[in-house]
T-cell receptor, first 114, second 114 residues
């Protein structure tokens, strides 16, 4: 069974600065998908970014980028130029190649301070 | 818009009553998932459907829970004889293959059992 670990329960960052959220996972599979989801107070689960394990290039979506280290089973999220609207819970998630399910980490609560 | 509509958005029920949640994907994507999320935790997998077939069920899905997906379109999740421990957000999601096997979530149905 896959497990996903987010070791930072809470983090804070000043507006306009950069913050990195950590995620590690455990799997015996070679092909899989990794995701970061954002959950603001509205509770809507919003996809932030995704990474296919077979791609060596790190994914980037505007201010959001990942550092994917397959050998280390690490998948961190970097948020550049943090904005107040980035305040939310962030969940790292793993999906196996068969796409049976997403396994989530415990989440990191991010607070962006003005 | 994630292409997934859930209702009701909020439900307050007395312990012992039955409740039913509905999930409508905007189009008939073949994979549909149900997750449960309690406060401060990441979502936990409950079950998933491929078309109308329920292919996998979590041990979290006790015999009081039943999910259906008639005709492979909308899905329902019923909880019988609700208990206070059932209070949670119930999330429906679907997998969009054209977006690289990404799973998109609906806004969730929040259940409070009093």
């Amino acid at each position: 069974a896959q497990t996903v670990t987010q070791s930072q329960p809470e983090m804070s960052v000043q507006e306009a600065e950069t913050v990195t959220l950590s995620c590690t996972y455990d799997t015996s599979e070679n092909n899989y998908y990794l995701f970061w989801y954002k959950q603001p107070p509205s509770r809507q689960m919003i996809l932030v970014i995704r990474q296919e394990a077979y791609k060596q290039q790190n994914a980037t979506e505007n201010r959001f980028s990942v550092n994917f280290q397959k050998a280390a089973k690490s998948f961190s999220l970097k948020i550049s130029d943090s904005q107040l609207g980035d305040t939310a819970m962030y969940f790292c998630a793993f999906m196996n190649n068969a796409g049976n399910m997403l396994t989530f980490g415990g989440g990191t609560r991010l607070m962006v301070k003005p | 818009d994630t292409g997934v509509s859930q209702n009701p958005r909020h439900k307050i029920t007395k312990r012992g009553q039955n409740v039913t949640f509905r999930c409508d994907p905007i189009s008939e994507h073949n994979r549909l998932y149900w997750y449960r999320q309690t406060l401060g935790q990441g979502p936990e997998f409950l079950t998933y459907f491929q078309n109308e077939a329920q292919l996998e069920k979590s041990r979290l899905l006790s015999d009081r829970f039943s999910a259906e997906r008639p005709k492979g379109s909308f899905s329902t999740l019923e909880i019988q004889r609700t208990e206070q421990g059932d209070s949670a957000m119930y999330l429906c999601a679907h997998k969009v293959r054209v977006s690289g096997n990404t799973i998109y979530f609906g806004e969730g149905s929040w259940l409070t059992v009093v």
